[in-house]
């Protein structure tokens, strides 16, 4: 087997580098792994780079589809509060490390760069004392698993400021460049036809996230009605476990329900409004593309996605409804009309040019490899 010491002296050395990134579980803190992953690809196109995950993650389909190899780790849990489970939890942390220890050693390991979650914690006691790590937070309120990284990271690296980690760098999040990149009005028309949508109609994006959202799919499509009325297109993304029957209106643009987004870059192109959730990722992405935002951010956890949502609604590009406030009535008295008004929709727009940070990906990458280096 492979010592990861001497894998470090190897990149020291100027070979290629081993990456491994450490972000499983929900596309959160899947996405901006992978897009590192692209962006070190780019910089230094022989590394090798290999993604840690658990069989019970979206790392399972969203990993092998952009085409890197996936190690599959027992996950272990972090409960928020004192549970039962909280007792077993230390036992399986030793066979998680033990098992994540043995992936770093085999692949050569000269760098492990964890985006929180119950992946990354394994991956930073594995990698404590053998390989340099970096630790990326997306979310003001780090993670258990980030604050524990991040007490002999190499590099720690943050969304926003403000974020309470020791030595904590603002790089924002890494972004796939299709969303950094993207050209909605050039891409609208392809976009619409390739979802079946009006190519005239305002239209609204609908999502809850990767596994949809109740609340969001009962309100949005109760009010079929008034957005047919107000002759509103609708793309709604309501989950791979969830169903939606919508009610058709005959000379109404089309309201299309999906269960998954596969091309989001389209997604986002197609429309001129987005209701979703508020996680870190989903409100870089909307601000990054330009689009104005209703953020309904998720009811539990720690405020985070209140947080998330905070800078867009501050710029006056996005407006934050409670997730308990969210109703067929609320959609038809607020989103209808926004959606509506073509000035409005542009002056948010333009609000949302220039937040954020478009070149994270490569920032966070040349951090990467430079303690890869080391």
């Known amino acids: 087997m492979t010592d990861p010491v001497a894998g470090t002296e190897r990149a020291a050395a100027g070979a290629a580098p081993t990456v491994v990134v450490a972000g499983g579980g929900t596309a959160g803190h899947i996405e901006p792994a992978l897009a590192l992953a692209d962006a070190v690809r780019r910089i230094r196109p022989d590394a090798k780079i290999v993604a840690l995950g658990t069989a019970r993650g979206l790392e399972t389909t969203l990993v092998p589809e952009r085409g890197y190899p996936l190690e599959l780790i027992p996950p272990v849990p972090l ?9 077993r939890l230390p036992l399986k942390i030793r066979e998680s490390v033990k098992r994540t220890r043995e992936v770093l050693t085999r692949v050569g390991a000269d760098v492990v760069v964890g985006f929180g979650g119950y992946v990354a914690l394994p991956a930073y006691l594995a990698a404590r004392g053998r390989v340099p790590i970096v630790v990326h937070e997306a979310n003001k309120t780090a993670g258990l698993a980030n604050k524990v990284g991040a007490r002999f990271a190499a590099r720690v690296a943050v969304a926003v400021p403000g974020t309470p980690l020791p030595g904590a760098e603002v790089v924002g999040i890494p972004l796939r460049r299709s969303i950094t990149t993207l050209d909605r009005p050039a891409l609208r028309a392809e976009a619409r036809r390739h979802f079946g949508l009006d190519p005239d109609a305002p239209t609204l994006l609908v999502f809850g996230g990767s596994q949809g959202a109740r609340s969001i799919n009962e309100a949005v499509s109760g009010a079929a009605k008034e957005l047919a009325d107000a002759g509103i297109g609708v793309l709604h993304a309501h989950g791979p476990k969830n169903t939606l029957v919508v009610q058709e209106f005959p000379d109404a643009p089309a309201y299309v329900p999906v269960p998954y987004l596969e091309r989001m870059d389209l997604a986002y192109a197609a429309a001129d409004v987005v209701l979703c959730r508020s996680g870190a990722m989903t409100a870089a992405e909307v601000s990054a593309v330009g689009l104005p ?39 038809a008295d607020l989103v209808v009309p926004l959606v509506g008004d073509a000035d409005r929709v542009a002056k948010m727009s333009a609000a949302a040019v220039g937040m954020g940070h478009r070149e994270a990906d490569e920032v966070l990458a040349r951090m990467v490899l430079e303690a890869a280096g080391k």
């Open 293 to 331: 935002a209703v953020f309904v951010p998720l009811p539990i956890g720690n405020g985070e996605q209140a947080l998330n949502a905070k800078p867009a609604v501050d710029a006056g590009a996005a407006l934050l409804v409670n997730d308990a406030d969210l109703t067929r009535a609320t959609v």
């Open 79 to 87: 409960p928020r509060k004192p549970t039962p489970e909280l007792l």
